[in-house]
């Protein structure tokens, strides 16, 4: 079983039209509403997969009532800790050349709702082959509480992967996580380095076992104890791009559980997140897009030096 967390879930709203009209009044013709935050969008994925996966996390008031309401209803194991604040929500107006998301901030968290959610999962991680970790920290959490998180994982032998930005990011690399995945610009933001090369040197060189950074269009670039690859869609494809990021985490992960070898867990890192754009809501998929491109994503190592770089040999 891959546990994911999400400590801060959020019901989610997807408003899809033609055309979004600027500084005027538009009518939707498609509203979807699901459970979401990046650790059920991980879960979603996994369990299209085949893949038992577990979902937990914070989740309250009436917007946690529906966001479990739809869990239940997609068939993923619940084992989300209640507290007592506002589940936030996120609205995303995808048309048919962009997509934009609005974030709600959270509800404020108790250190009583905190530590209840703790002992919570570590019960889970005795069953866990791989822990997800992944989105933004809800107020009133601890600014370290990956940190914490990956600890109590590593105290149990589970590998954690840890999808996260900012301060959150960076003050739980010390902890070791087992593969961290920002995208260019939270690459960029905690690394201050425009170079994605350097960026997950500095990560490595923080803490990271490994860094699997996504670079969009460009794919992704590894760079992991057993060397450093570069993984490219074999076409640039259309679509809304929210959650292409969280099914490359969870092929991550799965990958930690499986031991499968890094060439393949990027190439089908690659080909799931494209076949993600496709798809008209996080956490779901194309599947004939996935298995169209599986075998065209090209997987290659940098040159000689620029890996050796990557590798963290001097």
Do not use: C
């Not at 989610?12 to 939707?28: E, F, S």
């Not at 990011?169 to 380095?193: C, D, I, S």
């Not at 996504?214 to 794919?219: E, K, R, V």
């Not at 798809?279 to 620029?306: C, F, I, K, T, W």
């Amino acid at each position: 079983m891959i546990l994911t967390v999400t400590l801060n879930p959020a019901l989610d709203l997807t408003y899809r039209l033609a055309a979004v009209r600027k500084h005027a009044g538009n009518r939707v013709p498609s509203v979807r509403q699901q459970a979401g935050g990046k650790g059920v969008n991980v879960a979603r994925v996994l369990a299209a997969l085949d893949e038992a996966a577990t979902v937990t996390g914070l989740a309250g008031g009436h917007n946690g009532r529906a966001l479990r309401a739809d869990l239940a209803a997609a068939g993923l194991r619940d084992e989300l800790v209640e507290v007592a604040g506002e589940t936030r929500r996120t609205v995303a107006v995808a048309d048919d050349q962009d997509t934009t998301v609005f974030l709600e901030p959270g509800p404020q968290v108790t250190t009583a709702e905190w530590r209840r959610f703790l002992e919570q999962y570590q019960r889970l991680l005795r069953d866990a082959s791989a822990v997800v970790l992944s989105g933004s920290l809800p107020p009133g959490l601890p600014a370290d509480a990956y940190r914490t998180l990956i600890e109590l994982a590593r105290s149990h032998g589970v590998p954690a992967v840890l999808d996260a930005e900012g301060q959150a990011l960076l003050r739980a690399l010390p902890a070791g996580p087992a593969v961290v995945k920002p995208n260019a610009h939270e690459l960029a933001a905690a690394t201050g380095t425009e170079d994605p090369v350097r960026g997950v040197e500095r990560l490595r060189a923080a803490g990271a076992a490994a860094v699997v950074a996504s670079l969009g269009p460009d794919g992704l670039l590894a760079a992991t104890p057993e060397g450093a690859w570069r993984a490219r869609p074999p076409e640039p494809l259309p679509g809304n791009p929210t959650g292409a990021g969280d099914s490359a985490v969870a092929v991550l992960a799965l990958g930690l559980s499986t031991g499968a070898p890094w060439p393949e867990r990027l190439r089908q890192a690659v080909a799931l997140s494209a076949a993600t754009v496709l798809a008209p809501q996080a956490g779901h998929y194309d599947s004939d897009a996935y298995h169209r491109l599986l075998d065209r994503v090209l997987v290659e190592q940098p040159d000689q030096r620029r890996s050796a770089q990557l590798e963290g040999e001097p």
